[in-house]
């Protein structure tokens, strides 16, 4: 992978991590849903600044992702990309201090070991 390459790998899952951090963010504003204001929710999304920029976020990673595709075997760039499962889980601690269990590090070292093998070739 060039550096052009991982350049537009990472932008692709930071922008997509940012995806998730707004996605949630504007999850957390509507509140959980339920079958008497599943409607209501659904109808909140556009209206919802979060939400909005959390889409938007996922859009510019979508972008970036289908030009990597463009220079990078689908069997480098796919497995690469589940390095936002990193991102996501640190997110997740840092911003909204969910508990990260060491099971839950052994399953990320394995991703990340996995990650590393199959984008050497």
Do not use: C
């Amino acid at each position: 992978m060039t550096f052009q390459e991982f350049g537009l790998l990472l932008m692709s899952i930071m922008a997509s991590t940012f995806g998730q951090l707004f996605l949630k963010l504007g999850a957390l504003q509507l509140g959980k849903v339920t079958s008497a204001n599943v409607l209501t929710h659904i109808l909140s999304i556009a209206t919802t600044p979060a939400l909005l920029i959390g889409l938007m976020a996922y859009g510019v990673g979508a972008i970036g992702y289908i030009l990597l595709l463009t220079r990078v075997n689908l069997s480098i760039a796919a497995p690469s990309a589940s390095l936002m499962y990193l991102t996501s889980v640190l997110i997740g601690a840092f911003v909204f201090n969910e508990d990260v269990t060491s099971i839950r590090l052994v399953g990320l070292g394995l991703i990340m070991g996995g990650v590393v093998l199959v984008a050497s070739r």
